[in-house]
């Protein structure tokens, strides 16, 4: 049966008034020699898509979705039919899902597994003859009250065998499907108070878990980009991946930045103080940017909104470290986002994703442009350019010290400074924005 009565979405142009087409993402488009197919790599979220339904802490769910009518497996199945479904018409090359998202739960591990296995044997024959592959999967490790006290971080270790044997089947399930990458969130790996808490034990314990995985994933030939996906708190006071500085603090502490790179999310990024380019910058630099979870907060809220982006500013400064990253590689822009409480019908669901990938379409195009011209470049180049000669080339060489630095400040007269041009710098980004607007 169909579930939604559209047709397959199109890119009809920045002048289009057809709520149900493109206005700038072109699939086919090329930006800097490869489509835009090709660089943006979008995602749908299974779990935001087709199996939320609109609750939240002050209300119960509001949305209208025609495959919640079954029940159980027979509702699973209807996820699958529906989810291909809106995978074609949307025209994507991925999706994302955690396991619960595609089967229910069972009263026993054993059972959950058999649930699993049902479906994912149908996902396979679905992406038989679909242009839609598995961007990344991962296990839900946080919403059952068995993690009440966490999962690998647990303080049981009957708990943390629980949390690695779901991990086991995940990375079971991410080869039989081809996943790209699987993806690791601590929903509950952080603590409430240290009153009651040995940090120490459950980051080491943390840490012998990856290890674990890493081996696993060697022992059965899958190969996907293991990744680290920060979050600062939300359930838990304190998570043990706050940000992509913690994390790859922590993969360096135990051995394990060789084997994983991180999925960064923007409303995450905003929770822990961060902007959205901040955390994109930090793994790029340190070479550890992997994938991204595309969705923007609320900055009057100040939990996980999980909103589809709408901001182009936002977009923009993000494709340009994606873009300088050389892109995302094994990677992609997963669409962690959903609509909101009030947009309950199935149609909104297209209009939440158009939106997001035209925005970041926008993105991309005013990237490469800024790049291209060299403005940021410029910038920076300029405002650092007493460390390319003199006294400034010896300190990046390694040629000077405390010695040669007292007799260089002791000769000073005067340290003139430059402007830093802020307000100047943003303008030009706008100018940019609004060339793109209007198809310069």
């Known amino acids: ?117 049902i479906i994912v044997s149908m996902i396979k024959d679905y992406m038989k003859d679909s242009k839609t592959k598995l961007l990344w999967n991962t296990a839900n490790n946080f919403t059952n009250p068995r993690f009440v006290h966490g999962a690998a971080t647990s303080n049981s270790a009957d708990i943390f065998a629980y949390a690695a044997a779901k991990i086991k089947k995940g990375l079971e399930v991410g080869k039989e499907l081809g996943a790209e990458n699987y993806v690791f969130w601590g929903g509950r790996e952080g603590y409430e108070t240290l009153l009651n808490t040995d940090m120490k034990l459950e980051m080491d314990n943390l840490g012998r878990f990856m290890h674990m995985a890493v081996d696993y994933a060697k022992e059965i030939g899958f190969d996907a980009q293991f990744l680290i996906e920060p979050k600062p708190k939300e359930p838990t006071t304190h998570q043990y991946d706050f940000d992509v500085a913690t994390g790859y603090a922590f993969l360096q502490h135990y051995g394990l930045q060789d084997h994983f790179k991180f999925n960064i999310e923007a409303n995450h990024a905003t929770l822990a103080g961060h902007t959205f380019e901040h955390e994109l910058h930090y793994a790029r630099v340190n070479n550890m940017l992997g994938s991204v979870d595309a969705n923007q907060g609320d900055p009057l809220l100040g939990w996980d909104t999980d909103e589809f982006p709408t901001d182009l500013y936002s ?80 300190i990046v060489e390694g040629r000077t010290d405390f010695h040669k630095l007292e007799e260089h400040a002791l000769g000073l007269a005067e340290v003139k400074h430059q402007s830093g041009r802020l307000e100047s710098i943003k303008a030009t980004i706008n100018q940019y924005l609004l060339r793109a607007y209007a198809g310069e």
């Not at 079954?70 to 699958?80: E, I, Q, S």
């Not at 739960?105 to 058999?114: A, D, F």
């Not at 019908?345 to 993105?363: N, Q, R, T, W, Y």
């Open 1 to 117: 049966m169909a579930y939604f009565n559209i047709e397959k979405i199109k890119y009809e142009g920045s002048a289009s008034t057809n709520p149900f087409a493109f206005k700038f993402y072109n699939p086919e488009e090329k930006i800097g020699g490869k489509t835009m197919e090709e660089i943006l790599r979008f995602g749908v979220a299974y779990w935001h898509t087709f199996t939320m339904d609109g609750s939240d802490p002050f209300g119960t769910g509001t949305m209208l979705r025609p495959w919640d009518k079954f029940t159980g497996m027979d509702l699973a199945k209807a996820r699958v039919e529906a989810a291909f479904e809106f995978f074609e018409k949307l025209d994507v090359p991925f999706f994302c899902f955690h396991d619960v998202d595609i089967a229910p739960e069972g009263s026993s591990l054993r059972e959950t597994n058999q649930n699993l296995d």
């Open 315 to 394: 977009t923009t400064l993000a494709m340009i470290e994606i873009l300088k990253n050389g892109g995302l590689g094994r990677g992609g822009l997963n669409f962690d986002a959903k609509v909101r409480r009030g947009s309950f019908e199935p149609e909104d669901l297209f209009h939440a994703h158009i939106a997001g990938m035209d925005s970041f379409a926008v993105g991309l195009k005013v990237a490469q442009k800024l790049i291209d011209d060299k403005v940021l470049d410029n910038v920076v180049e300029n405002r650092y350019k007493s460390y390319t000669e003199g006294i400034g080339l010896e």
